[in-house]
């Protein structure tokens, strides 16, 4: 799956720069239920596992040592999180940023949950479909910028706006975060048609990209 996911999630994670934008509440839908446990199992610097319920997905926030599984090992980060194997693994392409992300994680596990990785799995298959992140902690603004991917095998089932939706209302429920913000190429109609669904407006626009804001 990962194959796909790789040029946008390079450019989210590693290129763009937050910006503020209008602070217009936009209504994004409360669907999942939150649950915190705790990953004692872990090194020290993994934070309390994070899992988001949707009716359909469970958004899972990926320690580090998960994140070193999903780099290096998927089949054993699929076997530790319960899952079925499904024969995948990560694009070489996305290591270089796994790994980034890891080193800011270690470096700041107080900000961990906003480097990770989020592995979204299809409840029914037992099976990761789709991969999100934040950029990073909330900017001077609050804002937190979110990034997405999904397998092609499962897209336009709705499962990225189940995703970002329960993301969105999960950041905007954290301390220290006003609005959600991402960017888009304006090519990019099924990320374009997933913000408008989770309630993000445009806020500007180049030549090539779309910004946009929910929340504020
Ligand atoms: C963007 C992406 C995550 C959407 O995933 P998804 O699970 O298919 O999204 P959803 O099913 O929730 O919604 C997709 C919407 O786009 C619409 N859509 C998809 N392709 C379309 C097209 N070519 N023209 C018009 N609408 C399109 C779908 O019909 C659906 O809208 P609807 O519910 O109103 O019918 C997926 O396409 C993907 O992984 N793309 C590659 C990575 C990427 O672009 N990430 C975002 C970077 S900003």
């Known amino acids: ?29 409360c669907r999942g239920v939150s649950t915190i446990d705790a990953d004692f199992s872990s090194a020290s610097h993994d934070f309390m596992m994070i899992r988001l319920e949707t009716p359909r997905l469970t958004l899972m926030a990926l320690t580090v040592q998960q994140m070193r599984w999903q780099r290096d090992d998927f089949a ?67 804002a937190v910028e979110i990034g997405y991917g999904f397998d092609p095998s499962y897209h336009n089932r709705g499962l990225a706006t189940e995703a970002v939706g329960e993301m969105v209302r999960w950041a905007l429920s954290e301390d220290g975060v006003e609005t959600v913000i991402a960017e888009t190429a304006n090519m990019n109609v099924a990320s374009m048609r997933v913000l408008q669904k989770v309630g993000f407006v445009i806020t500007s626009a180049t030549q090539r990209y779309l910004y946009w804001k929910v929340g504020g």
Do not use: Y
Request: with cysteine.
């Open 1 to 29: 799956m990962v194959r796909n996911l790789v040029d946008r999630l390079f450019r989210i994670l590693h290129d763009g720069k937050q910006r503020k934008g209008p602070s217009r509440h936009s209504g994004v839908s």
């Open 76 to 142: 054993r980060l699929e076997q530790t999180l319960g899952l079925a194997a499904s024969g995948q693994r990560l694009e070489d392409e996305l290591r270089p940023i796994v790994s980034r992300a890891i080193s800011q994680m270690r470096r700041r596990p107080h900000h961990a949950r906003w480097h990770c990785q989020w592995a979204a799995v299809l409840k029914e298959e037992r099976r990761i479909v789709g991969s999100l992140a934040f950029k990073g902690p909330p900017n001077r603004e609050e």
